[in-house]
């Protein structure tokens, strides 16, 4: 099959024949007149007339072409940090492969590809690099540069289930006890009473909270898009409000959270200060902001709330994410669910 593609003021035609990637200049911008030359040169495969030396043929796309032309659409499309792993993958995939057709990459290369990586970084990240490959290739799929996608059948490599490290009450007591009071305190403990991501608490807004309902609204704006793109509602705790509301006669912004200077609160000057704080009170040196968001609802787990209310608060996208890292901390509910067999 032909497909049509504009490329500055003309259509062209690209197929694929006897296994090569060809595209013909149409010569027009009318789409009625390229489509008809399109059809025609399907009718002249299908009846095995045509031939080759009537087509000038134009180079295969190669994959430093594609990459800049992708990363132009992530860039564009997609939050910061996707497409810095976009750019990220795309910038290993060249490494090992150099300057090739992007449709010489096949199911075999990208297998050898995935075995390459897991030499240089850990699973998770090659996992991530997978992902991020699948859909740039889904994309060249749907910009006809390939008939293809070579990560299609490739599998993300089995992680083993290994306990998210989280804060007992001893340590977050320690914490408390080491914090002065102050922006980053205060930082800090929105964290441990919603369990919001570090980025969701710096783009917080006084309009997102709901004093009266005791509600806090985490959304999408203009400048800031959630991690799963969905607006969710996390319960305010009476001690968080307390916080808030002495805050709120602090600071002269739209948001929740400003330096001296009406800046935001920067994510890595916040978690050195967490860090510096857990190093004052002698706690585990894997522990990092995002530990914060695993104590909060670790420990909502282990006091029995369901994991889907853990998922909805959140906001996992799906419920399997959350019960990988939490169901483990349910013991109990567990144990009566097999217990209330029938039989």
Known sequence: MAYLRKKGKNYFATFYYRGQRIEKACHTNQYAVADKIRKELEA???????????????????????????????????????????????????????????????????????????KKYSSTSVNIMIRHLKAAFNKALDWKYVDHNPLKKVKLIPIPEEDAPFMSIEDVTKLRATMRNGLYRDFIETSLYTGMRVSEIRNMKWDDIDFVNKKIRVRNTESFSTKSKRSRTIPLHPNLEQILMLRSHVDHSPFVFVTKDTKLVDITTANHAYKRYCKLAQLDERFHFHTLRHTFASHMAMSGVSLYFIQKILGHASIETTARIYAHLQPEPLLSAVKGLPY
Do not use: H
Not at 60 to 66: G, K, N, Y
Not at 75 to 96: G, M, P, V, Y
């Open 44 to 118: 002249q495969i299908a009846n095995n007339s045509f031939k080759m030396e009537t087509i000038q043929q134009t180079k295969a796309l190669l994959l430093t072409d594609f990459t800049d032309e992708y990363l132009i659409y992530s860039n564009t499309n997609k939050a910061k940090k996707s497409a810095d792993s976009d750019r990220f993958s795309l910038r290993n995939l060249l490494e090992a492969f150099g300057n090739v057709p992007l449709d010489s990459l096949t199911p075999q290369k990208m297998e050898q590809f995935k075995s390459e990586m897991v």
